[in-house]
Every structure is written in C-alpha cells, then in structure tokens.
C-alpha cells in the first residue's frame, strides 16, 4: 500500500430546493419545504413594483400570502433565477421525502434579504434546478408589462408537475403532470421529459402541450430519470422490467 497524496475534501451535496437562484436583481429560494418566494436583490430592480398577491392578502407585515386562488390548481411553484448549471440530484423521490437539517441550514445562510415580490405554495418538493427562457422583462409608462421571460421547474417527491411560470406575476402558464419530475432535458425550443407512464415524450415550451411520443419500445425511464438530448437522439437509463439498461433512441 502506497501514499499517493493529500485527498481533496469531499464536496457536500446540496439539493436543488436547498438553492438560491438569483437572476438580474432577484432571488428565489424555499422559504420552507413547501413555500417558494421571490425576493428583490439588495439593490436590484422590482419585476413590478409591488408584492404580487395572487389570490391572497397582505398581512400585517406587508408580506405576501401563501397563493390561495383556484387551491386545486396551487401544488404549482413560480421562481426567478439565472440559468444554471444543471446538478442532478441522485437520491429517488422517495429517499428524499424528508429534507435534511443540513440542507435547511444551507436555505437559512442563503437567503436573500431585499423585499419579497411574491410566494407561492408547493405541492411537492422543488426537484430540479430553475431555469430561465425568453426575452427581458420591463414595463412602459402605463405599468404594462413588455416582453415575457418563463420559468422551468419540476417537482416531485409527492407526485408533481413539470411547471412553466411567468417570471414577472408568479402566475403558471401551464403544468405538465408527470406524477414527479426529477429530470427534464431541452431539445431545441422543446421539452423532453418522463410521462406518467414513465415514458418520454416532448412537449411544447409555449402551452405544455404533447408534440411527440418518443419510441422507447419495452422501456421505462429508472427512477432517477436519468436522460441526455444530443444530436437527435435520445441516452437514458431504462429498465425494461427485468434489468436496468443504457438506451438510445430516436427523438
């Protein structure tokens, strides 16, 4: 046995709700395991000037309240962030039905202080990173809003939605249901991502509409929802009810 050197420490991992997304002057973190909220940066712009309520009240405080307009439709989340680097995570939806002491110490140091612009409750745990798409947001003179940026997200955990959100309200413009989204990949302006049947399909960025059933024949996306989008094809790790498998398909 040889000393071959100084070992690098080990780098913690910390899950995707346990982030802080910041984009252009905002923040958006979990406030708690369930709670997304959007936060001015200190010193940055405001989307629109005021604490966006959607459906619900201002408390005393001046805080926003958890969104209670059409609660059926509100296991959705909204955020603001920059586009980061993908960081799967590699724990299954049900090892990860309790977030750990450490990622909620992480939420606590990481979170952002400027003033809040809107929260919106969760139905299940933020599972993959935020990203941003689409062009600037502003207003003109009369407080309407130009252009329009949207917010990708899924959430699994206990069941869950691929989500697409307005940046600038906080409202949802449509929810894929997936039963739990751990995973989605971009191929060109589209969406690829696992079915309820845990199979892959694309879907539209514009309304969340199905384009296109991909051909996985006998195979089922694993638990992880492992997949990558190159040069038109399709790289998963499948199971085909007896073994997990390396597959390649068409898209």
């Not at 090892?95 to 110490?105: H, L, M, V």
């Not at 894929?176 to 199979?199: M, P, S, Y």
Request: net charge neutral; aromatic share 8%; with cysteine.
């Amino acid at each position: 046995m040889a000393e071959l050197g100084d070992a690098p420490a080990p780098v913690k991992q910390i899950y995707n709700d346990a982030r802080t997304y910041e984009f252009d002057g905002f923040a958006v973190r979990m406030s708690s395991p369930f709670m997304m909220e959007c936060r001015a940066s200190q010193g940055g712009s405001n989307l629109n000037g005021a604490a966006a309520v959607l459906g619900g009240t201002l408390n005393s405080s001046g805080l926003a309240g958890e969104n209670l307009k059409n609660s059926s439709e509100n296991d959705g989340a909204a955020a603001v962030c920059k586009e980061s680097k993908s960081d799967p995570c590699d724990e299954t939806s049900e090892a990860k039905d309790k977030i750990s002491n450490g990622g909620k110490q992480t939420r606590k140091k990481a979170a952002a202080k400027g003033k809040i612009l809107w929260r919106l409750k969760l139905g299940a745990y933020l599972y993959t990173p935020v990203c941003l798409r689409g062009g600037a947001v502003h207003f003109d003179a009369q407080g309407k809003r130009q252009g329009c940026k949207t917010l990708y997200f899924g959430t699994a955990g206990k069941g869950g939605h691929l989500y697409a959100v307005d940046a600038a309200s906080g409202e949802v413009i449509f929810k894929f249901d997936t039963g739990g989204t751990e995973h989605f990949a971009w191929f060109d302006d589209k969406i690829l991502l696992a079915d309820r049947r845990n199979k892959p399909v694309l879907i539209s960025a514009d309304d969340g509409s199905i384009l296109k059933e991909v051909e996985f024949g006998e195979f089922q996306f694993g638990s992880d929802q492992i997949m990558l989008a190159s040069g038109g094809r399709l790289y998963a790790v499948a199971n085909d009810g007896a073994a997990m498998h390396a597959v390649c398909a068409d898209i």
